[in-house]
């Protein structure tokens, strides 16, 4: 991959110097704050000193997907004067590291402190895998859990192989949540089809957004899946938010939750799995 | 040509979804055959390097597409085609009309083609007293409907075969309530071959022009194609420029991946060559421009030319499943038809870049490797540009911009909205005014937001 190649595996004092801001999307900031908390735990736990710089609100991604480029552009400005300083910039959310990255480039041409960003800007479990060099995480988690795979984080940062494309790549979220003791990781049918939030989408097209949604939760649950975890919350809160109304027996976590060692409440606490 | 007045894509969705269980049974079907295209690309380790072989020579043959387009004409014509030349579907029609009625032909069959559905052949046509018998059996039924194809290579997928038997029975005066497929098939093969023997003309698409050669190539399952020139004596070929390809050995990189991305089959049925007339008999080449030009010479759509028309966009889109063809309101549907729809009238499709959720893929499953999302996601800020996005939609967005601007402000509204939704009753957050909590719950709002919890963190 060509991340890790530009990155090589770091040792403990350049981990202990690295600059690293953190980038908590506005929706995590305000609905699910330990997302955040448990991003900052597990860079923590890394040797990693965190900076949140408070300036920080959206990256300007509803605006872009809106066709609103005139309101995202100053969103994106001050995105990348905030975080210019930085060695990297890490967040819980590869929907928004992929608007840094790939989506930036019409709004700020030319703009050397925005190459600076886009090349420094990572996904969490992206960050572990790739600039740390990380390849299992240590921990417990005994549960069965679904992966949703975000199409931001799938497609657009590829932090895994598509299911259309005939490549070979790493999963890097899966890699971690494979390595926890006692997880069990369910089958799905449809292993990453789109959960039908999309932004703006989620309410312009109410009626489609939902029955993809239930489609979702409809295969996890023949999955046995009972902790869905992805590594956006905005796919997650689209989830939750049915799975909340239909009163359904399933826990919604973000891998950040997991990873830090957060157990499964929300909304429902599945029993723990029976070790052998 | 005026667009007709049509309801948004969003409105024509939710009526579709409203049928829980028919919606269901489509995205099922569809879903089967983005299955069957997975078992055959899984079954070519060179999967992806044909995508990009076929992207390259795609890419290279749009850059030289007029010196391209005169070496065909040149070569099909030593071989005793006559090549026509339409700025516009009007052109087109025209010219087919006028092929026809210098050789007296009345009855036509046609096998599919979406150039001559984008172009609205057929009414033309009967309007001008000529009988058009669609022979691809799913275009076929579309037609005895007296409705469009809702997809580009399964045109009667948004059908069951309970309604088809109703359909046959009604027009064909088949056996009322025999639902079984090998009958209806049989009974439309019978009233097809009479349509065939009897015929003046076969009107057939093209799937591939050789510049090198002057041949063109048109695959099919049926072999109606086949059949319906090869009984007449005229044989008229309506093709849009973007179909051609610089050489006969380029081709074979095309029909790997043609018949495997739309239908999951290593191949189609029949890929049939045809160069020049058969002995005694004419053929006609129509080039068909209608706004292709214009698409080519743009910066940022150019690319959706490189489109094989293969249908496996439309298979995989999540949305397009659940919403069926007929909600795109174009010929085109599906997101391959969401960029090429509003290049024709930006106002009247201008709906169809929105139907989506960036979910990309589409962009993995093109076998030509147009980054179709990503010109959606273009789209969207071109009709920004072009103030075809509602005015709610811009005005809220350049509010919640100058909110996002000032982090006192953003950190204060969302201080007001949690508390907010912690004590406000239900029945005022839940109302009609939000959508989003028609059919799901807002997260509960937590006390403090991550910010407070992580300046208090890092006092302590």
Not at chain 2, 61 to 89: I, S
Not at chain 2, 356 to 363: D, E, M
């Amino acid at each position: 991959m060509r991340f890790s190649h530009r990155f090589p595996r770091l040792n403990t004092t350049s981990v202990h110097s690295m600059r690293v801001g953190l980038f908590i999307p506005c929706y995590i900031d305000q609905f699910y704050p330990d997302v955040g908390l448990a991003t900052v735990d597990i860079l923590e736990k890394q040797g990693i000193t965190v900076d949140f710089p408070a300036e920080q609100t959206c990256c300007g991604q509803p605006m872009s997907n809106t066709g609103c480029t005139d309101a995202a552009r100053p969103l994106a400005k001050r995105f990348v004067e905030i975080f210019a300083d930085y060695d990297y910039v890490v967040s819980p959310s590869g929907s928004c590291t992929a608007m840094v990255r790939h989506h930036y480039h019409d709004l700020l041409p030319h703009d050397a402190a925005y190459e600076k960003v886009q090349k420094n800007s990572f996904e969490l479990c992206e960050f572990l895998h790739d600039v740390l060099g990380l390849r299992q995480w240590d921990g417990d988690f005994p549960y069965r859990v679904g992966i949703h795979q975000s199409c931001h984080g799938l497609r657009e940062l590829r932090l895994e192989g598509s299911s259309e494309e005939m490549l070979t790549r790493p999963g890097k979220v899966r890699g971690f949540l494979q390595s926890l003791r006692g997880i069990q990781l369910s089958e799905l049918s449809r292993p990453d089809e789109c959960c039908g939030f999309g932004g703006t989408f989620a309410v312009a097209q109410e009626a489609v957004s939902v029955m993809m949604g239930e489609d979702r939760l409809a295969d996890h649950k023949q999955a046995g899946t009972d902790v869905l975890t992805a590594t956006d919350m905005s796919c997650l809160m689209h989830l939750e938010g049915l799975v909340r109304r239909q009163k359904m027996p399933v826990a919604i976590m973000h891998v950040a939750e997991i990873l830090a060692g957060r157990k499964p409440t929300r909304p429902h606490s599945p029993a723990p799995l029976k070790s052998n | 040509m005026n667009a007709p007045i049509h309801k948004e894509h969003a409105e024509l969705a939710t009526e579709f979804v409203h049928n829980r269980e028919r919606a269901k049974w489509h995205d099922s079907s569809l879903w089967f055959v983005r299955q069957k295209r997975d078992r055959q690309t899984h079954s070519i380790p060179e999967w992806e390097q044909l995508r990009e072989l076929a992207a390259t020579i795609k890419r290279h043959t749009l850059a030289k597409l007029p010196q391209y387009l005169e070496e065909f004409e040149r070569n099909a014509t030593r071989m005793g085609a006559v090549v026509h030349w339409a700025r516009d579907a009007e052109e087109h029609n025209r010219i087919v009309l006028q092929i026809l009625q210098e050789h007296g032909a009345k009855k036509i069959v046609k096998s599919k083609s979406m150039l001559t559905e984008e172009c609205h052949l057929n009414p033309y046509l009967e309007r001008n007293g000529i009988q058009v018998v669609d022979t691809d059996l799913g275009e076929w039924i579309v037609q005895l409907r007296n409705e469009p194809p809702s997809h580009i290579v399964m045109p009667a997928i948004h059908i069951k075969k309970q309604e088809i038997s109703e359909l046959f029975h009604d027009k064909l005066g088949t056996e009322d309530g025999n639902n079984d497929p090998t009958y209806l098939a049989g009974e439309a093969r019978t009233h097809l071959r009479q349509k065939f023997v009897n015929a003046d003309a076969g009107i057939t698409g093209v799937n591939f022009a050789i510049a090198e050669t002057g041949g063109f190539v048109v695959c099919t399952n049926e072999g109606n194609a086949d059949l319906g020139v090869s009984i007449p004596d005229l044989h008229i070929a309506c093709m849009g420029i973007e179909k051609l390809i610089p050489r006969a050995r380029d081709l074979s990189v095309f029909t790997r991946l043609l018949g495997r991305s739309a239908t999951g089959q290593p191949i189609t049925a029949y890929t049939s060559h045809f160069h020049g007339p058969r002995p005694g008999c004419k053929l006609h080449i129509v080039l068909v421009d209608n706004g292709r030009s214009k698409i080519r010479a743009s910066e940022d759509f150019h690319r959706s030319l490189n489109c094989i028309r293969c249908g496996a966009c439309m298979n995989t889109c999540p949305v397009y499943r659940r919403s069926g063809g007929h909600s795109y309101s174009t010929t085109v549907p599906g997101p391959i038809g969401s960029i090429l729809a509003p290049n024709r009238d930006a106002k009247s499709h201008g709906d169809l870049p929105f139907a989506c959720t960036l979910c990309g893929s589409c962009t993995d499953v093109c076998p030509v490797k147009i980054d179709i999302h990503h010109q959606l996601l273009t789209w969207r800020k071109e009709l920004a540009i072009q103030k075809v996005v509602p005015w709610t939609k811009r005005v809220s967005m350049s509010m919640a911009a100058a909110v996002l601007k000032r982090p006192w402000l953003y950190a204060l509204g969302g201080k007001v909205a949690r508390v907010g939704l912690r004590w406000m009753p239900r029945w005022m957050i839940y109302n009609g005014l939000n959508k989003w909590g028609k059919q799901r719950d807002l997260p509960p709002p937590p006390a403090k937001s991550f910010r407070e919890q992580f300046r208090s963190r890092s006092k302590s």
